[in-house]
């Protein structure tokens, strides 16, 4: 054909044809070759077998295969020592007493810029030492079910708390397992938060501590000109977060992810460590946080694919289902075959750890983040003074990571704004009893302000003034430079401007002179008339969503208020400053408004 094309002249059809027959031609002659290279089909059989066991010994994935099934079978064969007597057999002076002892040893031979931990032991039976900040500095686990996972991050914080004193090393516990693997952990003195997917508002809090955490460790590095805390002179504690079940988390709360993902990224020169441990890994973590994640981790899978994106081999999934625990780890070195090693007796353990821990007299570290606001919070906090004004505690107030005790300066006016039955005149019994308590005889420091308390009656409004009758505000204040304090319960109709009580006339006169520091309550915003003249404002939601964007609640602040919390009595949010925080005001009978 193709000379009868040439003969024809027909160079174009030439062309066109020219592609297609350089492609036959190219298939035959590797196929050619393919068949030169096989053995021989007419060789006897125990030749071409010894051909083929040739190949298997030149084949270096076969040599692989073989080299990781022997390391899992001696593994197999050698459970290995326990985590107590790994602690006691590197030749510490504490080794030969109690358990306690020898971690209080390791405590004070650690420098602190590292973190190893011995969690396993080797096919060659030597210890596998895992250092985060070395081989990391964040990991990757990953095992299906029934592989030893819990167990596994359960001995590595184990190891990490006996061989770190608390002032080195803290952690961060994210169990969204239910709470099974970590709750013995929490007991740590090393543990400075421990949250379970049974309680997502306090999950979510931990994750903005540790957020707040970044941004603090950020400023500090700032501050002190370096680039990493291991070269601050007193740098902060290593903080390693450890979630087990990430894939939970991540379904529950994805609008968080990206606060572990900025840990991943900016926490190695930080000293904050990630460990996540998933079932399934591909799809979960994000590239982001997966690129900074150099250490992977393992154990017994069914899918070659996700060993192979751990691992670089699919050699997890060689595992016996009878080992659990077993598994490989991989740093840039290649997969390297371990069994963990956990502890005998987990509860004592802990127990020895707490005991060294008091030995050193460690104090303990504080809290990354708190629970939520309580539904009943007990009175207590002391008054302090400030420029010769008392703060008066009145309740705990939530910043959404943090409790803080909350303390009502007597400087400027204030308002409680909220229906019947919400808590305002607990807030003022308990306000009342504290200036009762500076007003007696013989207090110290000798306050300089005198007390009015004007309570609703049947008919009309009464007052009672303390320690004994003092001048009508506003008048007869200004001589003997003492100020006054002024409660008042039920107060909307004092606020009328068409009320005719006598009293109405001297509150208007008092809220507009800076003698007089007016505390009232009223049912709504409206009654206010003049809110700029209340230099903050303690809201008490009534659960209507146009009343309290009226009364002045955020619309972001009352999305996060839910329907639960806006019904208790106590709660309420502080406006001062341009900010709205949750307050749960004490506890306190309300019949102690009457001294």
């Given at each position: 054909m193709i000379w009868y094309v040439v003969g024809q002249g027909r160079w174009m059809l030439l062309l066109l044809l020219l592609p297609s027959l350089t492609g036959t031609l190219a298939m035959v002659l590797l196929s050619l070759l393919r068949t030169h290279r096989q053995p021989s089909q007419s060789l006897p059989a125990q030749a071409q077998l010894e051909y083929g066991i040739a190949s298997n010994r030149a084949s270096p994935s076969t040599s692989t295969e073989d080299q990781t099934q022997r390391n899992l079978t001696e593994l197999a064969s050698y459970p290995g020592p326990r985590l107590e007597s790994r602690l006691l057999g590197s030749g510490a002076s504490g080794a030969h007493g109690l358990l306690w002892q020898g971690i209080v040893h390791a405590w004070l031979a650690t420098s602190g810029k590292t973190a190893p931990a011995v969690i396993g032991v080797r096919p060659d039976h030597s210890p596998l030492v895992i250092d985060l900040p070395r081989d990391g500095p964040h990991a990757l686990?990953?095992?299906?079910?029934?592989?030893?996972?819990?167990?596994?991050?359960?001995?590595?914080?184990?190891?990490?708390?006996?061989?770190?004193?608390?002032?080195?090393?803290?952690?961060v516990l994210l169990d969204f397992k239910g709470g099974a693997g970590f709750g013995l952990l929490a007991r740590l003195p090393h543990t400075v938060g421990c949250v379970t997917n049974l309680d997502l508002d306090r999950a979510v809090r931990a994750l903005n501590g540790l957020q707040r955490e970044l941004e603090r460790r950020q400023r500090l590095v700032a501050r002190a000109?370096?680039?990493?805390?291991?070269?601050?002179?007193?740098?902060?504690?290593?903080?390693?977060?450890?979630?087990?079940?990430?894939?939970?988390?991540?379904?529950?709360?994805?609008?968080?992810?990206?606060?572990?993902t900025s840990l991943a990224s900016q926490g190695r020169s930080l000293g904050m460590n990630l460990v996540a441990c998933t079932q399934q890994t591909m799809g979960q973590v994000n590239a982001q946080m997966r690129a900074n994640m150099n250490l992977g981790i393992c154990l017994r899978v069914r899918d070659p694919l996700q060993s192979r994106e751990l691992l670089g081999?699919?050699?997890?999934?060689?595992?016996?289902?009878?080992?659990?625990?077993?598994?490989?780890?991989?740093?840039?070195?290649?997969?390297?075959?371990?069994?963990?090693?956990?502890?005998?007796?987990?509860?004592?353990?802990?127990?020895?750890?707490i005991k060294a821990s008091r030995f050193c007299d460690n104090r303990p570290p504080a809290p990354l983040f708190s629970p939520p606001l309580p539904e009943h919070d007990p009175a207590c906090g002391k008054i302090l003074w400030q420029s010769g004004r008392p703060l008066i505690p009145l309740g705990h107030m939530d910043d959404g990571v943090l409790l803080h005790l909350y303390r009502l300066p007597l400087k400027g006016h204030t308002a409680l704004i909220g229906p019947p039955g919400r808590g305002k005149s607990t807030l003022l019994a308990l306000l009342t009893r504290s200036l009762l308590t500076l007003l007696?005889?013989?207090?110290?420091?000798?306050?300089?302000?005198?007390?009015?308390?004007?309570?609703?009656?049947?008919?009309?409004?009464?007052?009672?003034?303390?320690?004994?009758?003092?001048?009508?505000?506003?008048?007869?204040?200004?001589?003997d430079g003492r100020g006054l304090v002024w409660i008042l319960d039920d107060a909307q109709d004092l606020l009328d401007p068409l009320c005719q009580d006598p009293l109405a006339s001297l509150l208007r006169e008092a809220l507009g002179q800076g003698g007089t520091t007016v505390v009232l309550a009223v049912d709504t915003a409206s009654a206010l008339r003049r809110p700029e003249r209340f230099s903050r404002r303690l809201v008490f939601p009534c659960g209507e969503r146009g009343a309290d964007l009226a009364a002045g609640i955020p619309a972001d602040q009352l999305a996060n208020l839910s329907t639960r919390a806006s019904a208790i009595p106590g709660r309420c949010l502080v406006l001062e400053g341009g900010l709205a925080i949750p307050l749960q005001v004490f506890s306190l009978a309300v019949k102690q408004m009457n001294p």
């Open positions: 686990v990953a095992g299906t079910t029934g592989s030893g996972k819990s167990v596994f991050l359960q001995t590595w914080c184990l190891a990490l708390a006996a061989s770190q004193p608390p002032d080195r090393l803290n952690l000109g370096v680039e990493d805390t291991a070269l601050m002179t007193d740098p902060p504690a290593r903080l390693v977060v450890v979630i087990d079940e990430f894939q939970t988390l991540r379904q529950l709360l994805p609008d968080y992810l990206d606060r572990l081999s699919s050699c997890a999934t060689a595992i016996d289902p009878s080992c659990p625990g077993m598994g490989f780890l991989e740093h840039g070195l290649g997969p390297q075959a371990f069994r963990t090693c956990p502890a005998a007796d987990p509860q004592t353990l802990v127990g020895q750890i007696k005889p013989g207090a110290r420091p000798e306050p300089n302000f005198d007390l009015r308390i004007t309570r609703r009656g049947a008919h009309s409004y009464s007052s009672r003034d303390f320690p004994g009758p003092v001048p009508a505000p506003p008048h007869g204040r200004q001589g």
